[in-house]
C-alpha cells in the first residue's frame, strides 16, 4: 500500500533512497547527481542505453562501488561506507548481467552457498558435520528445497550448474539470491540470453517472488516488453543522467525517453 499524498507514511514507505549520487572512474562520469528511490514492496526498473550507467548503479547500491558524491540510504540508515557482504547481511541480494555461479557444484550447493550468511554454526562444526552444524544445516535444506520447489528446479538438483542451458543457471542464480531472503533483490539483465519462453518463465518467477515473498525487486533489463508488464516504477538513466521517472505509461509518453531509447533499435 502507497500513500503518496501523505509525505510521513510516503517516507516511511521508501526503502532505498539514492540522493544525487555521482560516480567517476578517472575521467568517465558513469553517474551524475542521479537521485531516485526503491519502494517497499515494489518492482523498480533501471533502463537506459548501453554505457547509460545502469550496472554502476547496481554496484553503487549493493556496495561494489562507493559514490564519489552523494549518498544512499537503506532502511532509514545513511550508508557512508557499504562494503557488498555488509549489503547482503543487511539484506540485499544480487544476480549479475553474466551468470556468476560455481559452475562444477550442483544447483542444490549452489543454492546452499547463498544461505551461507545465514547460518550461524562455527567453522569448526561445519567442516565436521557435527552437533549444532548438522541440526543447522537440516534447517537451511529445508529453506533450499522450499525455493528448488519454488522455481520448479528439482530435476536438476543434483546436476552441476555448469551443464546446464543458460536459461536454467539463471534461474539457480536467483535460487541463490533468494536463499538469502533478501528484503531488497538487485537483478541484473535476468533475461539477457535467453529465448522467449525463458523470459516468460523468468518474468513469471520475478513476479511470484515479489507477491509471494513481498521482495522489494529493482532490475535492469533491456527488454521493454519485460519492463513494462512487469515493474511499477521507471527511472530512465542516460549517459549517467535521470532524464525520467514514473509509471511505465509515463515513461513511455516521455518524449526524451523516445528520442533516447525507445526510438533506437536495441
Ligand atoms: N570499472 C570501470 N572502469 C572504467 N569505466 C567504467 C567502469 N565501469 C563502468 N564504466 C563506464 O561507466 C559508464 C557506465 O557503464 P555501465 O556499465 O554502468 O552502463 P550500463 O548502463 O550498465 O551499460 P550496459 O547496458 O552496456 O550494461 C560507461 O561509460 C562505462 O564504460
Redesign the pocket.
Known amino acids: 500500500m502507497r500513500a503518496p499524498d501523505n509525505p510521513v507514511a510516503a517516507k516511511q514507505d521508501v526503502l532505498l533512497a539514492v540522493d544525487n549520487v555521482s560516480l567517476g572512474?578517472g575521467g568517465?562520469k558513469?553517474l551524475s547527481d542521479v537521485s531516485f528511490d526503491i519502494r517497499k514492496g515494489e518492482i523498480r526498473a533501471i533502463i537506459?542505453p548501453?554505457?547509460?550507467?545502469?550496472?554502476?548503479m547496481l554496484n553503487c547500491i549493493n556496495g561494489f562501488y562507493y559514490p564519489t558524491e552523494g549518498q544512499i540510504t537503506f532502511k532509514g540508515v545513511k550508508r557512508p561506507k557499504m562494503r557488498p557482504y555488509l549489503a547482503a547481511r543487511g539484506g540485499i541480494a544480487r544476480t549479475f548481467?553474466n551468470v556468476a555461479l560455481f559452475k562444477s557444484m550442483s544447483t542444490l550447493d549452489n543454492i546452499m552457498a547463498g544461505r551461507s550468511l545465514k547460518m550461524h554454526a562455527n567453522f569448526f562444526w561445519q567442516l565436521f558435520r557435527h552437533g549444532p552444524a548438522m541440526k543447522e544445516e537440516a534447517a537451511h535444506r529445508r529453506v533450499v528445497e522450499d525455493i528448488i520447489d519454488f522455481l520448479e528446479i528439482q530435476h536438476i538438483r543434483k546436476t552441476p550448474v555448469g551443464r546446464l542451458p543458460y536459461g536454467l543457471q539463471k534461474r539457480v542464480e536467483l535460487g541463490r539470491a533468494l536463499a538469502m531472503e533478501p528484503e531488497l533483490l538487485l537483478l541484473d539483465e535476468p533475461m539477457a540470453g535467453m529465448n522467449l519462453e525463458e523470459k516468460e518463465d523468468m518474468s513469471r518467477f520475478i513476479f511470484e517472488v515479489n507477491q509471494q515473498f513481498g521482495t522489494t525487486i529493482a532490475l535492469?533489463e533491456h527488454d521493454m516488453g519485460v519492463v513494462m508488464d512487469l515493474s511499477d516504477r521507471v527511472v530512465v538513466?542516460e549517459y549517467?543522467r535521470k532524464i525520467a521517472d514514473g509509471t511505465p505509461d509515463e515513461v513511455k509518453r516521455d518524449q526524451r525517453v523516445i528520442d533516447a531509447y525507445l526510438g533506437v533499435a536495441h
Not at 548501453?50 to 554502476?56: D, E
Open positions: 572512474f568517465v558513469a537506459g548501453n554505457g547509460a550507467g545502469k550496472t554502476s548481467q535492469i538513466l549517467g
